[in-house]
C-alpha cells in the first residue's frame, strides 16, 4: 500500500479506523494527486491526440472490465439470493441480466483486440443493462433500523472530513501570522469527541456515539465561526487593496473610453458627463474607510460600484453598447494580467525560471493594446479576435503558475518529510 | 535554481488540455474543476473550484444540488470568505480573488430506488466523483472519461455535461453491519430479560453473535445476531400468550367454582400450577398447552355433571397430570408454607424512591407496599392477596429485582420477598 493511503479495513464497509490528521491530510493530498492526473489524461475524452492517450485508455479499458466483473457477481448473488429465499426471478429481470452478460462478453473481446474506446463504450453499456436487471427485480433488502445505525458510522466519516477541511483552513491563517491557538484546541476538542463517537461506534452504544458527533459538530461550529473572524483582519487588507485596485482600473477605464468615445463623436457635454461619472466613482472609492464603515457595508457598496462602472458609456446614441463591452473586456483582462504578474514575480522570488511565462503575459499585453487600437478604429471585429487571443494566453499562463506553485508545494513538503526524518535520526 | 523538467512540462501540457477553459458566458468566473465524494449515506462533499472576475467585489456561483451544509469558501491563500445563499445561486465576497474554493456537504443530488443508489448531476467542467467503498456500479452515463478503483472504491472522471452513475451498496457481512445487529439483538434480549422472560436460547445465540464477531467473522455475527432477536421477539410473544391464558384459565375456574364438578376443578387447578410451574423456568410452549388445557377442560364441563362424568374427567386429567411431569411432583412438595425468617424489617422509603422513579408500574408500588407493610412476603402471599398468577408474580419479581428494590431469595421451598435496603437511606 502507499504511503498515506488509508486501506478499508478487511470486511469493513467504511474506513473507519482512527487516523491522525496528518494522515488524513496525506489522505487529501493523494486525493487531489488523483483529481489531477484523472483530470489530466481526460485530455483524450475532449478528442485531443497526444503519445500517451492508449496508455490511460487501455487502463481506463482494463478498469471498466474489472469493475464488470465485480458488478456481474453482485447482481448475479442479488439474482440467486431471490430463487434461494423461494422467489422467482421476472422474466425481463432475467432477459436483462442476459443482454448485459452478452454486453460484457463483447466489451471483453474489444479489449482483448486492442480496442479500447469501444472496449469502453460496451463496458458502460453493460454495466446500465446490470442496472435495468437489477431495477426490474424490485427488490429492497434495506432494513431501516440497521440504515439508521449504520448511518452514524458515515456521519462520523463526513464530520471527520469537515473536520480535516477546518484544519486546512486554519494551518492556512497561520502561515499568515494569525494566532490559531483558540481554533486548534476547539479542533483537537472536536477530534476527541469524533474519537468517543468511534469508540462507541465500535462498542455498539448508538446513543452514546450520537451524544459525541453532536459535541464534534458543535466544536466544529464554534472553531468555523472562530475561523470567519480570525479572517476577517486579513479580509480588511484583502479589501483595502481590492479599492486601491479598483480606483487604479477605473482611472484607466475612464481614459480608455475617453479616447475610444473622442473617435466616435461623442458630444462635450456627454463626454464630460462620463468623466463626472468617473470621478464620482473614484471620489466614492477613497471616501470608503474600512476602519470606520461597516464591513459589510463596504462590500455592498464596492459590489454597486463596480456594477456601475460597466454601465459608464453605454446607452450613448453614437457608440454600440457591445463596444463599451469589449472596452470593459480589455479592463478586466488587464486586471488579470496585473494579477499574473505579482504571483509571476512571487515564483521568481522562490527561484523558478519564469521566462517562458513572462513572454506569453507580454505577448497578450500587446493583444489587448492592440484590440484598444482596434478599437479606437471603429474595427470592433478585430478587436474581439484580439481580445479572445489575449484571453485563451492568460488561461494558459493560469495553468502554468497553478503548476509550478504546486510542484513548490510537493517541494515544499519533501523537504520538511526530510528535515523531520533527519530530526528523528538525529535525536535517536 | 529551479526550472520546470521536462516531464512536469509534460503533466502541464496535459493539465492545460484539461484545464483550459474558456470562461462561460455570462458567469462572473471560470470553472475549474469539480470533484463530488459520495458517502454511504447518499450525502455528497463537493469541492468546486473556480476563477472569479478580479474586477468584481463579490461573484455569484451556480452550486450543484439544493441544500449546502458546511459551506466554506475560501481565497488561493487560504481565507474565508463570506458568501450569501440565493434561490439558485451563492454569492461569494470574492474581493478580487484570484482562486475561489467552495465546499459543501449536499443530499440532493443522490435517490435512492430499491437497493440501486443513483448520482445525477450537470457538471460545468470534466468532474472527478468518487462513489462508497465497496459499492458496486450499474450504471455509468455517458462513458467515463477515466476510472481507477482504489481501495475498494471507483474514482471515475466524467465529462462536463449531464452524467448519472448508480450502484448498489450492500451492507451485509460488513464489521459495522453485524455490530449494528449485534446492538439490535441485545436490546430485544435485554427487553425480554426486563419484562421477567428467561431467553436461554436468544442469550446463546447472541454469545455465538459476539464471538462470531470478535473472530472477525461478521457473516456469521450477523446470522447469530438475526437469530437472537427473532429468538428474543418470539419468545416474549410467547410467554405473553402463556401468562394470558393462564390468566385466562384461573379466572375462568373462579367462575365455575360450584358450579361443575369439584373433581374437573381440581384437576384444572393442577393443570394451572403445572402451567406456571413450567412459565417459571421458561418452558413457554409448555406452559400454554397446560393452561390451554386446563381452560378446554373447564369450558367442556357440564355444569350438571354426575359422580360418572366427574369421575371420566378425573382419569383425563390424570393423562394431562402424568404429561406434566416433574412440575407437578415438585409443586406438591410446596404445599406448607415455611417459617417466615426472622431478620428485622429493612426500613426504606417508598414515597422517596416512587417520587425519583415515576416510570414504575402502579401494581409493583402496591406489590412493594405490601411486602413493607409485612415485613417481607412469600411469592405464595403475594399472589393470594392481589390474585395474580405466580408466572406474574415472577415477572414482577424480576422488574422490582432489576430495579434494585427486591430482593429475592429461598426459605424451605418458597420463595420470599424483601425489600432491598437502599443506599442514602436509614
Known amino acids: 500500500m502507499k504511503p498515506g493511503f488509508h486501506r478499508v479495513p478487511p470486511g469493513s464497509y467504511y474506513p473507519l479506523k482512527r487516523m491522525s490528521s496528518a494522515v488524513m491530510k496525506m489522505n487529501r493530498k493523494a486525493l487531489s494527486l488523483i483529481v489531477m492526473?484523472?483530470?489530466?489524461?481526460?485530455?483524450?475524452?475532449?478528442?485531443?491526440?497526444?503519445?500517451?492517450?492508449?496508455?490511460?485508455?487501455?487502463?481506463?479499458?482494463?478498469?471498466?472490465?474489472?469493475?464488470?466483473?465485480?458488478?456481474?457477481?453482485?447482481?448475479?448473488?442479488?439474482?440467486?439470493?431471490?430463487?434461494?429465499?423461494?422467489?422467482?426471478?421476472?422474466?425481463?429481470?432475467?432477459?436483462?441480466?442476459?443482454?448485459?452478460?452478452?454486453?460484457?462478453?463483447?466489451?471483453?473481446?474489444?479489449?482483448?483486440?486492442?480496442?479500447?474506446?469501444?472496449?469502453?463504450?460496451k463496458s458502460t453499456e453493460a454495466l446500465n443493462a446490470y442496472g435495468k436487471a437489477v431495477a426490474k427485480l424490485h427488490r429492497d433488502d434495506d432494513d431501516d433500523e440497521a440504515e439508521e445505525q449504520l448511518g452514524l458510522f458515515t456521519a462520523v466519516e463526513r464530520a471527520r472530513a469537515y473536520l480535516d477541511r477546518l484544519r486546512s483552513a486554519a494551518t492556512d491563517l497561520e502561515s499568515q501570522g494569525i494566532d490559531i491557538s483558540e481554533v486548534e484546541s476547539l479542533l483537537d476538542q472536536a477530534e476527541a469527541?469524533?474519537?468517543?463517537?468511534?469508540?462507541?461506534?465500535?462498542?455498539?452504544?448508538?446513543?452514546?456515539?450520537?451524544?459525541?458527533?453532536?459535541?464534534?459538530?458543535?466544536?466544529m461550529g464554534q472553531a468555523t465561526r472562530e475561523l470567519r473572524s480570525l479572517s476577517n483582519t486579513k479580509r480588511r487588507e484583502k479589501a483595502e487593496r481590492f479599492i486601491n485596485q479598483t480606483m487604479i482600473r477605473i482611472q484607466q477605464l475612464e481614459e480608455k473610453m475617453l479616447r475610444v468615445l473622442s473617435r466616435y463623436g461623442v458630444s462635450e457635454e456627454d463626454t464630460q458627463s462620463i468623466i463626472a461619472e468617473f470621478r464620482a466613482m473614484t471620489a466614492a472609492l477613497e471616501g470608503m474607510d474600512l476602519d470606520r464603515d461597516d464591513f459589510e457595508g463596504v462590500v455592498g457598496r464596492l459590489r454597486h460600484l463596480v456594477k456601475e462602472s460597466h454601465e459608464i458609456g453605454r446607452g450613448r446614441d453614437e457608440v454600440e453598447n457591445e463596444t463599451?463591452?469589449?472596452?470593459?473586456?480589455?479592463?478586466?483582462?488587464?486586471?488579470?494580467?496585473?494579477?499574473?504578474?505579482?504571483?509571476?514575480?512571487?515564483?521568481?522570488?522562490?527561484?523558478?525560471?519564469?521566462?517562458?511565462?513572462?513572454?506569453?503575459?507580454?505577448?497578450?499585453?500587446?493583444?489587448?493594446?492592440?484590440?484598444?487600437?482596434?478599437?479606437?478604429?471603429?474595427?470592433?471585429?478585430?478587436?474581439?479576435?484580439?481580445?479572445?487571443?489575449?484571453?485563451?494566453?492568460?488561461?494558459?499562463?493560469?495553468?502554468?503558475?497553478?503548476?509550478?506553485?504546486?510542484?513548490?508545494?510537493?517541494?515544499?513538503?519533501?523537504?520538511?518529510?526530510?528535515?523531520?526524518?533527519?530530526?528523528?535520526?538525529?535525536?535517536? | 535554481m529551479h526550472s520546470i523538467t521536462h516531464s512536469k512540462a509534460v503533466m502541464l501540457l496535459l493539465a492545460l488540455a484539461a484545464f483550459s477553459l474558456t470562461p462561460i458566458h455570462g458567469l462572473d468566473y471560470t470553472p475549474a474543476t469539480l470533484t463530488l465524494e459520495v458517502f454511504a449515506d447518499g450525502t455528497v462533499d463537493v469541492e468546486y473550484t473556480f476563477e472569479p472576475d478580479p474586477t468584481l467585489a463579490t461573484v455569484n456561483v451556480t452550486l450543484m444540488g439544493e441544500d449546502y451544509m458546511n459551506l466554506l469558501a475560501a481565497d488561493q491563500d487560504g481565507l474565508l470568505l463570506d458568501w450569501a445563499i440565493h434561490p439558485g445561486f451563492v454569492e461569494v465576497d470574492s474581493l478580487g480573488s484570484d482562486e475561489i474554493k467552495v465546499s459543501y456537504s449536499t443530499q440532493s443530488l443522490t435517490n435512492k430506488t430499491?437497493?440501486?443508489?443513483?448520482?445525477?448531476?450537470?457538471?460545468?467542467?470534466?468532474?472527478?466523483?468518487?462513489?462508497?467503498?465497496?459499492?458496486?456500479?450499474?450504471?455509468?452515463?455517458?462513458?467515463?472519461?477515466?476510472?481507477?478503483?482504489?481501495?475498494?472504491?471507483?474514482?471515475?472522471?466524467?465529462?462536463?455535461?449531464?452524467?448519472?452513475?448508480?450502484?448498489?451498496?450492500?451492507?451485509?457481512?460488513?464489521?459495522?453491519?453485524?455490530?449494528?445487529?449485534?446492538?439490535?439483538?441485545?436490546?430485544?434480549?435485554?427487553?425480554?430479560?426486563?419484562?421477567?422472560?428467561?431467553?436461554?436460547?436468544?442469550?446463546?445465540?447472541?454469545?455465538?453473535?459476539?464471538?462470531?464477531?470478535?473472530?472477525?467473522?461478521?457473516?456469521?455475527?450477523?446470522?447469530?445476531?438475526?437469530?437472537?432477536?427473532?429468538?428474543?421477539?418470539?419468545?416474549?410473544?410467547?410467554?405473553?400468550?402463556?401468562?394470558?391464558?393462564?390468566?385466562?384459565?384461573?379466572?375462568?375456574?373462579?367462575?365455575?367454582?360450584?358450579?361443575?364438578?369439584?373433581?374437573?376443578?381440581?384437576?384444572?387447578?393442577?393443570?394451572?400450577?403445572a402451567a406456571e410451574d413450567a412459565y417459571m423456568v421458561g418452558e413457554y410452549a409448555e406452559s400454554l398447552t397446560q393452561a390451554e388445557q386446563a381452560q378446554t377442560m373447564l369450558l367442556e364441563a357440564k355444569e350438571t355433571g354426575g359422580i360418572d362424568q366427574t369421575l371420566i374427567i378425573a382419569g383425563a386429567a390424570l393423562v394431562a397430570l402424568v404429561t406434566a411431569g416433574v412440575f407437578m411432583l415438585r409443586r406438591r412438595g410446596q404445599a406448607r408454607e415455611p417459617e417466615r425468617p426472622e431478620e428485622p424489617p429493612v426500613n426504606v422509603d417508598l414515597d422517596t424512591i416512587f417520587r425519583d422513579r415515576p416510570h414504575l408500574r402502579t401494581d409493583d408500588k402496591a406489590v412493594l407496599r405490601f411486602i413493607q407493610g409485612k415485613g417481607g412476603a412469600f411469592i405464595t402471599e403475594v399472589r393470594d392477596h392481589f390474585n395474580i398468577p405466580k408466572s406474574s408474580a415472577w415477572r414482577m419479581a424480576r422488574r422490582l429485582e432489576e430495579e434494585g428494590l427486591l430482593m429475592v431469595s429461598t426459605v424451605g421451598r418458597e420463595t420470599y420477598f424483601q425489600l432491598k435496603k437502599q443506599g442514602g437511606q436509614p
Open chain 1, 37 to 121: 492526473t484523472l483530470l489530466a489524461t481526460s485530455a483524450t475524452g475532449l478528442g485531443l491526440v497526444y503519445a500517451q492517450a492508449a496508455e490511460p485508455r487501455s487502463r481506463a479499458a482494463e478498469t471498466l472490465l474489472s469493475v464488470l466483473e465485480n458488478t456481474n457477481g453482485r447482481v448475479s448473488a442479488l439474482f440467486d439470493s431471490v430463487t434461494a429465499g423461494g422467489g422467482q426471478v421476472p422474466q425481463e429481470a432475467q432477459e436483462q441480466l442476459q443482454v448485459a452478460v452478452t454486453l460484457r462478453a463483447q466489451a471483453q473481446a474489444h479489449f482483448e483486440a486492442g480496442e479500447y474506446e469501444e472496449c469502453i463504450k
Open chain 1, 193 to 219: 469527541a469524533l474519537d468517543g463517537a468511534e469508540d462507541a461506534l465500535n462498542q455498539g452504544d448508538f446513543d452514546a456515539a450520537e451524544d459525541h458527533l453532536g459535541e464534534a459538530r458543535s466544536l
Open chain 2, 114 to 273: 430499491g437497493s440501486t443508489w443513483s448520482v445525477a448531476v450537470d457538471a460545468p467542467v470534466n468532474h472527478v466523483l468518487a462513489i462508497p467503498a465497496g459499492a458496486v456500479l450499474v450504471e455509468l452515463a455517458p462513458p467515463p472519461i477515466d476510472i481507477i478503483v482504489m481501495d475498494n472504491r471507483a474514482i471515475i472522471t466524467m465529462p462536463a455535461g449531464p452524467s448519472r452513475v448508480s450502484y448498489i451498496l450492500g451492507s451485509t457481512g460488513t464489521r459495522e453491519h453485524a455490530l449494528v445487529l449485534l446492538s439490535v439483538a441485545k436490546d430485544a434480549v435485554d427487553e425480554a430479560k426486563l419484562g421477567g422472560v428467561i431467553v436461554d436460547d436468544a442469550e446463546a445465540a447472541l454469545a455465538q453473535a459476539r464471538g462470531a464477531y470478535d473472530a472477525g467473522l461478521y457473516t456469521q455475527s450477523e446470522q447469530y445476531s438475526t437469530e437472537a432477536s427473532r429468538l428474543a421477539q418470539e419468545t416474549m410473544v410467547l410467554a405473553g400468550e402463556a401468562d394470558d391464558a393462564i390468566r385466562e384459565a384461573r379466572t375462568l375456574m373462579q367462575s365455575k367454582q360450584g358450579k361443575i364438578s369439584q373433581g374437573t376443578i381440581e384437576v384444572a387447578s393442577g393443570l394451572i400450577d
Open chain 1, 324 to 428: 463599451v463591452e469589449r472596452i470593459s473586456d480589455v479592463s478586466r483582462l488587464e486586471a488579470m494580467l496585473n494579477r499574473y504578474r505579482g504571483r509571476l514575480r512571487e515564483l521568481e522570488q522562490l527561484g523558478y525560471g519564469t521566462g517562458n511565462m513572462t513572454g506569453v503575459l507580454a505577448e497578450a499585453e500587446g493583444l489587448l493594446s492592440e484590440a484598444m487600437v482596434k478599437l479606437e478604429e471603429g474595427d470592433r471585429e478585430a478587436a474581439e479576435g484580439l481580445i479572445d487571443q489575449a484571453n485563451e494566453m492568460l488561461d494558459d499562463i493560469d495553468d502554468m503558475i497553478d503548476d509550478a506553485e504546486d510542484e513548490d508545494d510537493d517541494e515544499r513538503s519533501r523537504s520538511n518529510d526530510i528535515s523531520r526524518s533527519d530530526g528523528r535520526s538525529g535525536s535517536s
